[in-house]
């Protein structure tokens, strides 16, 4: 059973989903490799990601490998309807389409969890957050899960903290071929990308702000500097400012920033980092975008208060005019802009993160239930390997230690 938009898009889909395929070596060949020996036998999964194209890559691959997968959507904008038309050609349970209201979100999700699955795929936590709070009768049936973001990642630590926490999850995001690539260039790419297509601006010689210098805050200002906009970072860790000056960036204060500010972008997992008091100091024409997990990062319910009307202008901006007179445009209504008005990361970057998830995957079945109900991060034999795996399909040969070298490093005795 499913619940998509229109099954008559599956042919674009299907191009779309061959077009990804194509730049994801590794995942493709996990799949060729799981469909020979079908390691994850009848493991039921939910998943709830972003429904893109290399997503589809991924649940291609585990149900190659044995797995029954029922998908929904981890934010109403990020599914490509295509792309979920397609996969349900193929027999894929999915429970999504773009543009769902709050109530019609935790359906789909809801409908996911109705399968009982053995694995929960999160990206952002909902899944676990539900289940936690309303459906606990399915925690006897669950090995893990496994958290593809920041934010899911927080959210989890927290339980665990709590000691609320029932079931074991892996941390992706926290594997270092998943963060230091898809964060930093994967977000920094897309980001300029939903801008872009969103609103054609040009960026060189803009005020740029970006709030949060984590791994997607850096990937963005980065890529805003290479297009020639004058980037200004706001934060609030002393060592992330620090090494945002050192970067190269202005960092200020986002009550400063506010004031001189063309473009703003938030990436930072936190909620106001732009509120009533930044509207009200923006230049007239400013325009506000997000990529940070949620859509609290710019506080809309304040934008709203102080604005006289709101209208659509284009697909995917938002113009508020303020009751000062000014105008501000809101992308994506506040939610990720990167998927919401294109098309998520590189296929070449989740290639990497969705490797990690189908080895994990892999790893967990074995184990089954011998986990305790905690944060665990994903095996080092597995990072490592996709990254060697990564190296070899982009035709990259690195050293190797030396017999003396290796000795050299493990010991304490030689000096100069
Ligand atoms: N758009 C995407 O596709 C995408 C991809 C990966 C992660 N994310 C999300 O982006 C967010 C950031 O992820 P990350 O991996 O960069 O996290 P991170 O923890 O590496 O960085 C977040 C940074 O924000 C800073 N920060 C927190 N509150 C702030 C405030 N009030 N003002 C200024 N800075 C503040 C923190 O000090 C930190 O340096 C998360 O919500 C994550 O889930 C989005």
Not at 134 to 150: F, H, M, S, V, W
């Amino acid at each position: 059973m499913s619940k998509i938009k229109d099954s008559k898009l599956a042919p674009q889909g299907k191009l779309k989903i061959e077009w990804a395929e194509q730049n994801m070596p590794v995942l493709m060949q996990i799949r060729k490799r799981f469909a020979k020996e079908k390691p994850l036998g009848n493991l039921k999964i939910g998943c709830c990601l972003h429904n893109t194209k290399e997503t589809a890559v991924l649940v291609k691959t585990l149900k190659a490998g044995g797995a029954k997968v029922a998908l929904c959507g981890s934010n109403p904008l990020s599914t490509q309807d295509e792309v979920v038309a397609s996969l349900v050609k193929e027999g894929i349970s999915v429970f999504a389409w773009r543009g769902l209201s709050n109530k019609e979100y935790y359906w789909c999700l809801d409908k996911v969890l109705d399968t009982r699955p053995q694995i929960t795929m999160d990206d952002g936590g909902d899944l676990v957050n539900i289940i936690h709070l309303k459906r606990k009768e399915l925690i006897k049936n669950i090995i893990a899960g496994t958290e593809e973001t920041t934010t899911g990642v927080i959210r989890f630590r927290a339980m665990e903290k709590d000691k609320v926490l029932e079931y074991p999850i892996i941390a992706v995001n926290d594997a270092y071929s998943k963060y230091l690539f898809d964060n930093q260039y994967g977000t920094g790419q897309s980001t300029i990308d939903g801008i872009l297509r969103a609103t054609s601006a040009l960026l060189a010689g803009k005020n740029f702000v970006v709030g949060g210098y984590g791994y997607c805050g850096r990937g963005i200002a980065s890529r805003a500097k290479g297009m020639g906009a004058n980037v200004i970072v706001t934060e609030t860790n002393p060592l992330r400012a620090l090494e945002a000056t050192m970067d190269g960036f202005f960092v200020m204060s986002m009550n400063r920033a506010a004031k001189i500010g063309d473009i703003f972008v938030t990436a930072t997992g936190d909620k106001d980092i732009i509120r009533k008091k930044h509207f009200l100091a923006m230049k007239s024409g400013a325009i506000l975008a997000n990529s940070g997990h949620f859509n609290v990062e710019i506080n809309i319910p304040d934008l709203e208060k102080l604005s006289k009307t709101k209208r659509k202008i284009r697909e995917n901006v938002e113009e508020y005019q303020l009751k000062n007179g000014k105008k501000i445009y809101l992308l994506a209504q506040g939610r990720l802009v990167n998927l919401a008005a294109a098309e998520g990361h590189p296929s070449e970057v989740m290639d990497m993160s969705f490797s990690i998830q189908a080895l994990t995957l892999e790893w967990l079945k074995k184990r089954k239930k011998c986990l305790e109900p905690r944060v665990y991060e994903v095996p080092e034999e597995i990072d490592k390997k996709v990254a060697a795996l990564k190296l070899k399909a982009i035709g990259v040969k690195i050293d190797k230690l030396t017999k003396e070298q290796k000795k050299y490093l493990e010991s304490w005795e030689e000096g100069t």
